[in-house]
Structures are given as structure tokens and as C-alpha cells.
């Protein structure tokens, strides 16, 4: 019943910034809480940053550099990514949970941030 759709990534150098986005679309009551997840070659996925009404949550390797953020009315969520390392080079992936009779998780597709050193 949702779909993600991810924006934004591309090719910057160490030290850049890029800022991520992700629409939900779709039939939905609401979404309780949207995030952005990551996965490098080889490694399994992790989490980058989540938002709900209750606040934000991330992961260590991003505090002080990345800062999540929610447009309600549009239902979408962003990202911004500062200070950018050659490590943060990954898939990037939006994540929903939605209610609509009952809460789902729903994942975009991803999007493609590269890192060069």
C-alpha cells in the first residue's frame, strides 16, 4: 500500500555533503516513524538515522555530521549528510512503518551514495 522513493544520492568527494529525500505515497492512516538505512559492499544493512514524534535516533558513526528531518504534510523524510567519509559509501534505503489496519514496514529501493577519497 506504500511506496518509498528515494533522491539525492550521487558522487561527492571526502568532506562533501549530500542531502538524501524519500516520498511516501500511497494508503495509509499515518506514518509513526521514517528513517534511512545503509548497506556497504559485503556488510550486512545498518541503521543511519530514524525520526518519529518522539524524537531522533542515530547511529554512532553519523552523530554531528548527519541530521534527519520530517515533512509531515508532504510525508517525507530527509537527510543531511555533512562531513561525508569514503566509509559512508553505501545503498542507501528509506524506511516506513505505516498503519493502516494495522503497522508494516515498507523499504525504497534505494540510492546510491559514493564517497571518493
Known amino acids: 500500500q506504500v511506496q518509498l522513493v528515494e533522491s539525492g544520492g550521487g558522487l561527492v568527494q571526502a568532506g562533501g555533503s549530500l542531502r538524501l529525500s524519500c516520498a511516501a505515497s500511497g494508503r495509509f492512516f499515518s506514518i509513526n516513524t521514517m528513517g534511512w538505512y545503509r548497506q556497504a559492499p559485503g556488510l550486512q544493512r545498518e541503521l543511519v538515522a530514524t525520526i518519529t514524534s518522539g524524537g531522533t535516533n542515530y547511529a554512532d558513526f553519523v552523530k554531528g555530521r548527519f541530521t534527519i528531518s520530517r515533512d509531515n504534510a508532504k510525508n517525507t523524510v530527509y537527510v543531511q549528510m555533512n562531513s561525508l567519509k569514503p566509509e559512508d559509501t553505501a545503498v542507501y534505503y528509506c524506511?516506513?512503518?505505516?498503519?493502516?489496519?494495522?503497522?508494516?514496514?515498507?523499504w525504497g529501493q534505494g540510492t546510491q551514495v559514493t564517497v571518493s577519497s
Open positions: 524506511y516506513a512503518r505505516a498503519s493502516y489496519y494495522g503497522g508494516h514496514d515498507y
